[in-house]
């Protein structure tokens, strides 16, 4: 059952278009609304009814945050991606739990040697790997300002794998700042779409803050928006302190798109793809 509904001419000139009205899309928008207000009033009583039992109350409020966060909505995202979010590639990466991560905006060609030499030379940090030890020291540096510029970085995939190395550049000091960049390393003669061929893809953002991520509320960084600025970051600090890598753009290699991230923070990118040339073990011989 719908009823037509008259509306301003289109902006280009021409007839008057008219939207259709649909009880269905209306009941849908409400119910979509009406659940929000609820669970955030749902929360709400959680909160406050937790003081009136006491300290208890608030050891369950915890314990509830904790389940939802690291057990109940991970669990969902898993099974919702699964059947929705397409396992091959398409310029971004994957958290663990299926949401679609950053985007892919930076390719290498060269050997691992290379790569990471370069990027040492720029002062490029490796990031530590994630472990028990590794994740409370983040903790409680995060926590008192303290620096630590070797911090591991929250594993991402993409070829349905982890990242094989990180590397990152603390800012100031804080460990809740920093520049930082992912790195797989491609399938054997796998090509990007449209036929080019790399040794390495990458996903460089810059940390802003520590905050509660938006689709599942787990503690981690929040980015900055505008990930091109990290991008062209990346590739003038290597370039400055390796004067030989060279540069190849692929212009409109995705479509540039607003979007989030894994975490609910926007994104956005112009779809441009560099590749930088770091070069190879036997060029590197050849030329000594």
Same mark, same amino acid.
């Given at each position: ?9 289109? &902006?280009?000139?021409? /007839? ?14 409400? %119910? ?8 955030? *009033?749902? =929360?709400?009583?959680? %909160?406050?009814? @937790?003081?009136?039992?006491?300290? %208890? ?18 669990? $969902? ?29 930076? &390719?290498?060609?060269?050997?691992? =040697? ?9 002062? *490029?940090?490796?990031?530590? /790997?994630?472990? $028990?030890?590794?994740? *409370? ?13 070797? &911090? ?7 070829? @349905? ?39 390495? $893809? ?6 802003? /803050? ?6 599942? $509320? ?6 900055? &928006? ?17 004067? /030989? ?44």
């Amino acid at each position: 059952m719908s009823s037509e509904q008259n509306v301003a001419p289109p &902006a280009h000139g021409g /007839a008057p278009t008219r939207r259709r009205f649909s009880v269905t899309t209306a009941l849908d928008h409400f %119910f979509f609304v009406y659940a929000g207000v609820a669970a955030v *009033w749902l =929360a709400w009583l959680i %909160f406050t009814e @937790s003081f009136h039992i006491g300290w %208890f109350g608030i050891l369950f409020g915890v314990i509830f945050w904790a389940t939802l966060a690291y057990l109940a909505l991970p669990r $969902l995202h898993r099974i919702l991606t699964t059947i929705y979010v397409p396992d091959y590639f398409i310029g971004r990466t994957r958290t663990s739990d299926g949401l679609l991560g950053d985007p892919v905006n930076l &390719a290498v060609r060269g050997g691992e =040697a290379e790569l990471r030499r370069a990027l040492e030379r720029a002062g *490029w940090i490796p990031a530590d /790997a994630v472990t $028990l030890s590794s994740s *409370w020291r983040i903790i409680t540096s995060t926590v008192t300002r303290r620096s630590y510029d070797r &911090a591991p970085v929250s594993p991402l995939m993409l070829f @349905s794998r982890v990242q094989d190395f990180a590397y990152q550049q603390e800012v100031a000091g804080n460990p809740a700042k920093r520049h930082h960049v992912r790195f797989w390393r491609t399938p054997d003669g796998w090509l990007l779409p449209g036929g080019a061929r790399v040794d390495w $893809l990458a996903a460089g953002t810059f940390d802003r /803050a520590v905050g509660l991520s938006l689709f599942t $509320l787990q503690v981690t960084h929040k980015i900055d &928006a505008d990930t091109d600025v990290e991008r062209d970051h990346i590739i003038a600090s290597v370039r400055a302190s390796n004067p /030989a890598v060279g540069l190849e753009t692929l212009r409109d290699f995705a479509t540039g798109y607003h979007s989030r991230n894994g975490g609910g923070d926007s994104i956005r990118t112009d779809g441009d793809l560099p590749i930088l040339e770091v070069g190879y073990p036997e060029q590197n011989s050849a030329t000594s």
